[in-house]
T-cell receptor
Framework: DADVTQTPRNRITKTGKRIMLECSQT?????MYWYRQDPGLGLQLIYY???????NKGEISDGYSVSRQAQAKFSLSLESAIPNQTALYFC?????????????FGEGSRLTVL | GENVEQHPSTLSVQEGDSAVIKCTYS??????FPWYKQELGKRPQLIID?????GEKKDQRIAVTLNKTAKHFSLHITETQPEDSAVYFC????????????FGKGTLLTVNP
Protein backbone atom coordinates (compact mmCIF):
# COMPACT_ATOMS: atom_id res chain seq x y z
CA ASP A 1 0.00 0.00 0.00
CA ALA A 2 1.14 3.54 -0.69
CA ASP A 3 2.35 5.07 2.52
CA VAL A 4 4.23 7.83 4.32
CA THR A 5 7.39 6.58 6.05
CA GLN A 6 9.36 8.39 8.72
CA THR A 7 12.84 7.63 10.02
CA PRO A 8 13.94 7.37 12.74
CA ARG A 9 10.85 6.40 14.73
CA ASN A 10 12.56 7.16 18.02
CA ARG A 11 15.63 9.23 18.77
CA ILE A 12 17.31 10.40 21.95
CA THR A 13 19.92 13.10 21.60
CA LYS A 14 21.72 15.75 23.60
CA THR A 15 21.39 19.50 23.66
CA GLY A 16 23.32 21.15 20.85
CA LYS A 17 23.38 18.16 18.52
CA ARG A 18 22.18 18.35 14.92
CA ILE A 19 19.27 16.08 14.16
CA MET A 20 17.59 15.16 10.88
CA LEU A 21 14.20 13.51 10.60
CA GLU A 22 13.42 12.03 7.22
CA CYS A 23 10.15 11.48 5.44
CA SER A 24 9.45 9.62 2.22
CA GLN A 25 6.15 8.85 0.54
CA THR A 26 4.91 6.52 -2.15
CA UNK A 27 1.50 8.16 -2.49
CA UNK A 28 2.53 10.35 -5.39
CA UNK A 29 1.31 13.44 -3.56
CA UNK A 30 2.85 16.82 -4.31
CA UNK A 31 2.32 18.51 -0.96
CA MET A 32 4.29 17.59 2.14
CA TYR A 33 4.21 18.91 5.69
CA TRP A 34 5.96 18.64 9.03
CA TYR A 35 3.87 18.89 12.20
CA ARG A 36 4.86 18.84 15.84
CA GLN A 37 2.62 17.28 18.51
CA ASP A 38 2.93 18.10 22.19
CA PRO A 39 0.52 16.75 24.82
CA GLY A 40 -2.47 19.05 25.13
CA LEU A 41 -1.35 21.31 22.30
CA GLY A 42 -2.66 19.58 19.24
CA LEU A 43 -0.75 19.55 15.97
CA GLN A 44 1.31 22.60 15.06
CA LEU A 45 2.58 23.20 11.53
CA ILE A 46 6.36 23.67 11.26
CA TYR A 47 6.96 23.81 7.48
CA TYR A 48 5.13 22.85 4.32
CA UNK A 49 6.11 22.37 0.70
CA UNK A 50 4.02 22.26 -2.47
CA UNK A 51 6.81 21.00 -4.71
CA UNK A 52 10.58 20.68 -4.73
CA UNK A 53 11.04 24.39 -5.39
CA UNK A 54 8.52 25.60 -2.84
CA UNK A 55 9.13 25.79 0.92
CA ASN A 56 6.95 27.71 3.35
CA LYS A 57 7.15 28.44 7.06
CA GLY A 58 4.37 27.32 9.32
CA GLU A 59 3.33 28.47 12.78
CA ILE A 60 6.45 27.35 14.66
CA SER A 61 9.40 27.31 12.23
CA ASP A 62 12.01 28.90 14.53
CA GLY A 63 14.82 26.45 15.31
CA TYR A 64 13.91 24.17 12.39
CA SER A 65 14.86 23.92 8.72
CA VAL A 66 13.67 21.65 5.93
CA SER A 67 14.81 20.27 2.61
CA ARG A 68 12.63 18.90 -0.20
CA GLN A 69 15.10 16.65 -1.97
CA ALA A 70 12.56 15.19 -4.40
CA GLN A 71 8.81 15.08 -4.74
CA ALA A 72 8.78 12.04 -2.49
CA LYS A 73 11.24 13.19 0.17
CA PHE A 74 10.99 15.95 2.77
CA SER A 75 13.47 16.23 5.65
CA LEU A 76 13.28 18.22 8.86
CA SER A 77 16.47 19.39 10.58
CA LEU A 78 17.18 20.73 14.02
CA GLU A 79 20.53 22.49 13.69
CA SER A 80 21.17 22.67 17.42
CA ALA A 81 18.60 20.71 19.40
CA ILE A 82 17.27 22.05 22.70
CA PRO A 83 15.15 20.27 25.35
CA ASN A 84 11.92 22.11 24.49
CA GLN A 85 12.07 20.52 21.04
CA THR A 86 11.30 17.21 22.69
CA ALA A 87 8.08 16.17 20.97
CA LEU A 88 6.40 13.80 18.55
CA TYR A 89 6.95 14.87 14.94
CA PHE A 90 4.65 13.92 12.10
CA CYS A 91 5.23 14.16 8.39
CA UNK A 92 2.10 14.39 6.26
CA UNK A 93 1.17 14.56 2.59
CA UNK A 94 -1.79 15.76 0.57
CA UNK A 95 -2.80 15.77 -3.07
CA UNK A 96 -3.49 19.12 -4.71
CA UNK A 97 -5.19 17.35 -7.59
CA UNK A 98 -8.28 16.36 -5.62
CA UNK A 99 -10.91 18.56 -4.10
CA UNK A 100 -10.03 17.65 -0.56
CA UNK A 101 -7.53 18.79 1.98
CA UNK A 102 -7.09 15.35 3.52
CA UNK A 103 -3.74 14.88 5.18
CA UNK A 104 -2.07 11.48 5.24
CA PHE A 105 0.26 11.18 8.20
CA GLY A 106 3.34 9.09 8.75
CA GLU A 107 3.69 7.01 11.92
CA GLY A 108 5.58 9.75 13.73
CA SER A 109 9.12 10.30 15.03
CA ARG A 110 9.51 10.66 18.77
CA LEU A 111 12.43 12.94 19.59
CA THR A 112 13.86 13.39 23.08
CA VAL A 113 16.46 16.09 23.68
CA LEU A 114 18.35 15.73 26.96
CA GLY B 1 -4.45 33.87 11.34
CA GLU B 2 -6.92 31.17 12.21
CA ASN B 3 -7.54 30.25 15.85
CA VAL B 4 -9.40 27.02 16.58
CA GLU B 5 -10.61 26.27 20.09
CA GLN B 6 -11.86 22.82 21.04
CA HIS B 7 -13.93 21.66 24.03
CA PRO B 8 -13.94 19.65 26.15
CA SER B 9 -10.34 18.53 26.53
CA THR B 10 -11.48 15.21 28.02
CA LEU B 11 -14.79 13.39 27.73
CA SER B 12 -15.85 10.14 29.34
CA VAL B 13 -19.05 8.35 28.32
CA GLN B 14 -20.65 4.98 28.81
CA GLU B 15 -20.80 2.58 25.90
CA GLY B 16 -23.92 3.24 23.88
CA ASP B 17 -24.18 6.88 24.88
CA SER B 18 -23.60 9.81 22.52
CA ALA B 19 -20.55 12.05 22.55
CA VAL B 20 -20.33 15.63 21.31
CA ILE B 21 -17.14 17.64 20.78
CA LYS B 22 -17.33 21.33 19.91
CA CYS B 23 -14.97 23.68 18.11
CA THR B 24 -15.00 27.38 17.35
CA TYR B 25 -12.94 29.19 14.75
CA SER B 26 -11.97 32.80 14.18
CA UNK B 27 -11.23 33.19 10.45
CA UNK B 28 -14.39 34.00 8.53
CA UNK B 29 -12.63 32.92 5.32
CA UNK B 30 -12.28 29.33 6.58
CA UNK B 31 -14.44 26.98 4.56
CA UNK B 32 -13.13 23.48 5.26
CA PHE B 33 -13.40 21.72 8.64
CA PRO B 34 -11.99 18.21 9.03
CA TRP B 35 -11.97 15.96 12.06
CA TYR B 36 -9.09 13.59 12.76
CA LYS B 37 -9.01 10.62 15.10
CA GLN B 38 -5.79 9.51 16.75
CA GLU B 39 -5.78 6.22 18.59
CA LEU B 40 -3.16 5.68 21.27
CA GLY B 41 0.28 5.36 19.70
CA LYS B 42 -1.07 5.74 16.18
CA ARG B 43 -1.09 8.42 13.51
CA PRO B 44 -4.01 10.84 13.09
CA GLN B 45 -6.53 9.80 10.45
CA LEU B 46 -9.35 11.75 8.83
CA ILE B 47 -12.78 10.50 9.89
CA ILE B 48 -15.10 13.14 8.48
CA ASP B 49 -14.98 16.64 7.05
CA UNK B 50 -17.42 19.36 6.10
CA UNK B 51 -17.31 22.34 3.79
CA UNK B 52 -19.03 25.62 4.48
CA UNK B 53 -21.64 25.15 1.76
CA UNK B 54 -23.42 22.50 3.86
CA GLY B 55 -24.69 22.54 7.42
CA GLU B 56 -24.47 18.86 8.29
CA LYS B 57 -22.80 15.70 7.10
CA LYS B 58 -23.27 12.14 8.34
CA ASP B 59 -21.32 8.92 7.98
CA GLN B 60 -22.87 6.01 9.84
CA ARG B 61 -22.49 6.78 13.58
CA ILE B 62 -20.61 10.05 13.17
CA ALA B 63 -21.89 13.41 12.05
CA VAL B 64 -20.55 16.92 11.86
CA THR B 65 -22.60 20.11 12.04
CA LEU B 66 -21.49 23.59 11.04
CA ASN B 67 -22.87 26.98 12.04
CA LYS B 68 -21.12 29.57 9.88
CA THR B 69 -22.82 32.52 11.52
CA ALA B 70 -21.65 31.53 14.97
CA LYS B 71 -18.35 30.13 13.64
CA HIS B 72 -18.62 26.81 15.36
CA PHE B 73 -18.78 23.19 14.32
CA SER B 74 -19.33 19.99 16.24
CA LEU B 75 -18.62 16.27 16.01
CA HIS B 76 -21.37 13.92 17.11
CA ILE B 77 -20.77 10.24 17.76
CA THR B 78 -23.82 8.10 18.47
CA GLU B 79 -23.99 4.62 20.02
CA THR B 80 -20.40 4.92 21.18
CA GLN B 81 -18.23 1.81 21.33
CA PRO B 82 -14.94 1.15 23.18
CA GLU B 83 -13.06 1.39 19.87
CA ASP B 84 -14.19 5.01 19.61
CA SER B 85 -11.81 5.79 22.49
CA ALA B 86 -9.13 8.09 21.05
CA VAL B 87 -8.03 11.71 20.79
CA TYR B 88 -10.12 13.70 18.33
CA PHE B 89 -8.83 16.86 16.65
CA CYS B 90 -10.86 19.45 14.81
CA UNK B 91 -9.26 21.82 12.31
CA UNK B 92 -10.03 24.79 10.10
CA UNK B 93 -8.29 25.97 6.96
CA UNK B 94 -6.51 29.29 7.28
CA UNK B 95 -7.60 31.89 4.78
CA UNK B 96 -9.89 29.48 2.99
CA UNK B 97 -7.06 27.39 1.56
CA UNK B 98 -7.24 23.61 1.70
CA UNK B 99 -3.59 23.11 2.48
CA UNK B 100 -2.95 25.05 5.65
CA UNK B 101 -4.88 23.65 8.57
CA UNK B 102 -5.01 25.00 12.11
CA PHE B 103 -5.81 22.28 14.62
CA GLY B 104 -7.62 22.42 17.92
CA LYS B 105 -5.83 21.06 20.96
CA GLY B 106 -7.69 17.77 20.95
CA THR B 107 -10.30 15.92 23.00
CA LEU B 108 -9.50 12.65 24.72
CA LEU B 109 -12.64 10.54 24.46
CA THR B 110 -12.93 7.51 26.71
CA VAL B 111 -15.79 5.07 26.17
CA ASN B 112 -16.33 2.89 29.22
CA PRO B 113 -17.70 -0.62 28.63
Amino acid sequence: DADVTQTPRNRITKTGKRIMLECSQTKGHDRMYWYRQDPGLGLQLIYYSFDVKDINKGEISDGYSVSRQAQAKFSLSLESAIPNQTALYFCATSDSGVNTGELFFGEGSRLTVL
Amino acid sequence: GENVEQHPSTLSVQEGDSAVIKCTYSDSASNYFPWYKQELGKRPQLIIDIRSNVGEKKDQRIAVTLNKTAKHFSLHITETQPEDSAVYFCAGNSGGSNYKLTFGKGTLLTVNP
